[in-house]
């Protein structure tokens, strides 16, 4: 029963982003596929705001009160487009037997990742020690209680919290396997997400043939269903693609609406790990120095949206005596051992083909292969390295942290940015006969 429930939690979510993407008149140029991934995505947010409002005006997180204001907004979506909110069948592609193998390869990874999510409740200590076990605090204070936070010395932004915390508040009970869900639903629409911008630039073919590949990595694998499961980093993967893809469309038409909808995500991307803020910065630095080069400086009243968020929580925590940090958890040190094992632990992942087959050692061949980079190829290969610099710097000067204990989750920030460099970039190279035939577009 509860992971009946979940499964409809995780439609009414997507339901809440559709609602107000279509109200809003948003991603009008974007397909049914991406526009389903960007409603979950901001539907995950305006839960983690509703929660978060309710707390400061001290609004019961009762099912009453979670519902009544979606129900709103879906009675108002279906009036005001009570004709064109149909969605129109699609038109039907007929696939040979190759596409046909591709799509079924692909079901069976995301069944099997919803059959390992339902096996058993969380395993990681990342997940029921840290993620789900503030949900269930949260729960059953019925609230975000400061004394609560700072006796367990919870520092971590809130979204993810706050989503699960949404889900046991619905079900009216704290469910361990049910939630992982969650995890698969992040898993499915990172997906469908991937495979549609393929789609749009290359062909079907080839976006099944990367999408399989894709969804086959092991280590996206286990985030989506299996041992990592419960925990923060592929939403944060999620969520900085779902960015990316904002990002390079707003470079490309200079749409206030995009850029809107990408500050909206960056603020969420920011309030999911403290990696999201640096993921959101370098992003958003992006966006910058694309509205400073075309001069659309009006453009700029946007990144309220996505600092709002941000600043507001770490009001909220300076205020109520919340100072515990990353630095005061993890204070700064350097020593030589520290630095030989920060690069050697950070480039056995890299081929550690076992987690990620081979698809760092792909994208690094191919960033030192191509000399000359496109405006598009620089934009990515700036937020991996920057992210990636990130990470190394925390290894090198702070306590407590290595690469054997969090690089493998780390690296699923930008996992989907990589996998996407390498898709694109490894058209041309694809060149010869058989490949040729075997990809060519439809």
């Not at 979506?77 to 692909?106: A, C, D, H």
């Not at 395993?123 to 269930?136: H, N, V, Y």
């Not at 932004?157 to 698969?184: E, M, N, Q, R, W």
């Amino acid at each position: 029963m509860n992971i009946a429930l979940v499964l409809l939690i995780i439609i009414f979510i997507t339901l809440i982003g559709y609602s107000l993407i279509r109200i809003l008149g948003l991603l009008k140029e974007f397909s049914l596929l991406s526009r389903l991934s960007y409603s979950f995505g901001l539907g995950v947010g305006m839960i983690f705001l509703q929660m978060y409002t309710y707390t400061r005006l001290d609004v019961p997180w009762t099912r009453t009160y979670l519902f009544l204001p979606w129900i709103a907004v879906f009675l108002f979506t279906i009036v005001r487009y009570k004709f064109s909110l149909r969605i129109k069948r699609p038109r039907m592609i007929k696939i040979n037997k190759l596409e046909s193998l591709l799509i079924i390869g692909i079901a069976i990874s995301f069944f099997y990742v919803v059959f390992e999510a339902l096996l058993r409740p969380a395993t990681t200590w990342d997940s029921w020690a840290t993620w789900l076990f503030e949900a269930k605090v949260l729960f059953l204070n019925g609230g975000i209680d400061v004394n609560t936070l700072r006796h367990f010395n919870f520092y971590y932004p809130l979204v993810i919290y706050l989503l699960d915390t949404f889900v046991y508040a619905v079900l009216g009970k704290i469910d361990d396997t049910a939630i992982l869900l969650l995890s698969s639903a992040f898993y499915f629409f990172s997906t469908i997400l991937f495979f549609d911008v393929i789609r749009k630039r290359v062909s079907i073919r080839y976006a099944l043939v990367f999408t399989f590949l894709l969804v086959t990595t092991q280590n996206f694998i286990r985030h989506g269903g299996r041992m990592e499961a419960g925990i923060a980093d592929l939403p944060l993967g999620f969520y900085s693609f779902c960015c990316l893809i904002l990002l390079l469309e707003y470079i490309k038409n200079s749409s206030y609406k995009v850029l809107f909808l990408l500050t909206a995500f960056l603020g969420f991307t920011a309030m999911i790990k403290f990696e999201g803020v640096t993921l959101s910065i370098f992003i958003g630095a992006c966006a910058l120095l694309h509205i400073y080069k075309k001069g659309l400086y009006k453009h700029l009243l946007f990144f309220v949206f996505w600092i709002i968020p941000v600043v507001d929580w770490q009001i909220y925590r300076k205020v109520n005596g919340l100072d515990l940090n990353y630095l005061s958890v993890h204070p700064l040190v350097f020593s030589v051992n520290k630095t030989v094992n920060a690069m050697v632990g950070t480039v056995r992942e890299f081929i550690n083909i076992k987690s990620w087959n081979f698809i760092w050692i792909i994208y690094f061949y191919l960033v030192v292969l191509f000399r000359k980079f496109s405006r598009e190829q620089l934009v990515l290969n700036f937020i991996i390295f920057s992210q990636l610099s990130v990470y190394i710097i925390t290894y090198l000067f702070t306590t407590g942290n290595d690469p054997e204990s969090s690089i493998e989750r780390l690296l699923m920030h930008v996992f989907f940015i990589a996998f996407f460099y390498v898709t694109i970039t490894v058209k041309p190279l694809l060149q010869s006969a058989q490949i040729k035939k075997l990809l060519k577009p439809r």
